[in-house]
């Protein structure tokens, strides 16, 4: 429920793993469009409907929606699994999912009232695209939570069971740590594209044209990945911090027009002189220089408009 970038993108990878998607939903015509392209014309457009149309051949519902709007549709999907069952029969044992990293599996009890194994199951990527988002899965760490329910066991067994579906590897996130979790994902996904996004703009403000910043900029990012990936983070730092470079730190420090630039490099440089400390090449007492100027208070600055728009 919900075919948004993740929804979609799992359920195409599910789909091409060998799995048969009975139905996605959709609240608005323009989201119905665009999932209509990608999965076919089975959406609905609440979860109510969805359930009464599926009901006999679905074993797993997936809630792929904004964290604000989670629980309501744990509880919807409750209730609508309330009202198509039938006291007479024997119903099959079906699981609920949410792929949220952030809220907690506690928000599907409802539908472990009704008797349904539930978890979470966040992939440890980004997903900007379906069209993309399906190669995605390949190699990502799985964060898997069993959420309420009799038997967490099993619930962490079907999580393993999808994440090797589409290609990812699953490890088990308690409770008590997801929301640390998220936070690092966030930093190490969402605050890369905005560290581009600033750099983008002074390199505009540089002379850069702005059609041609971003595609500058690219190259050298994909090279500190790359590094990142082959020596990891203390070896692969490279700088004027690295090298202890005081004076072209002052230089940077008087050139950043930006408050929100100058405050980034400031933070950001404090937090990279603990990688310098532990590559343990740079005299202490540069590293205090570092300090002083990286924690000096700035002068008032008017904030030069942007050069993008």
Do not use: K
Request: charged share 20%; net charge neutral; hydrophobic share 40%.
């Amino acid at each position: 429920m919900g075919a948004g970038r993740l929804g979609t993108s799992l359920a195409l990878t599910l789909r091409r793993a060998g799995a048969d998607l009975a139905g996605y939903t959709c609240r608005t015509p323009a989201g119905a469009a665009r999932a209509a392209g990608f999965l076919g014309n089975t959406g609905f457009t609440d979860i109510p409907a969805l359930v009464r149309a599926c009901a006999s051949t679905v074993n797993l519902y997936v809630l792929s929606v904004p964290d604000t709007v989670l629980e309501g549709a744990a509880h919807e999907l409750a209730e609508a699994l309330s009202a198509t069952r039938s006291p007479s029969r024997r119903e099959p044992r079906i699981a609920v999912m949410h792929t949220s990293g952030a809220t907690s599996t506690s928000v599907l009890a409802p539908c472990a009232d009704q008797g349904c194994r539930t978890l979470s199951f966040h992939p440890l990527q980004t997903f900007s695209d379906p069209s993309t988002g399906v190669d995605r899965f390949r190699g990502a760490a799985c964060a898997v939570t069993p959420g309420p329910g009799e038997d967490p066991e099993e619930a962490w067994r079907l999580g393993e069971r999808i994440a090797r579906a589409v290609g990812g590897v699953a490890f088990r996130l308690s409770e008590e740590h997801r929301v640390i979790y998220h936070a690092a994902a966030t930093m190490a996904s969402n605050y890369v594209v905005t560290l581009a996004h600033v750099a983008e703009d002074l390199l505009c403000a540089a002379g850069f044209p702005p059609e041609q910043a971003l595609p500058a900029l690219l190259p050298l990012v994909r090279g500190a990945v790359d590094n990142l990936d082959r020596q990891g983070p203390v070896a692969a730092l490279t700088g004027p911090l690295s090298r202890g470079d005081a004076g072209t730190v002052a230089s940077h420090l008087s050139a950043l027009g930006s408050p929100v630039a100058s405050t980034l490099y400031r933070e950001l440089g404090l937090a990279t002189l603990d990688i310098v400390r532990i590559r343990n090449e740079i005299s202490r007492e540069t590293i205090a220089r570092l300090t002083r100027q990286l924690t000096s208070v700035p002068a008032p600055i008017t904030p030069a408009p942007s050069t993008r728009r």
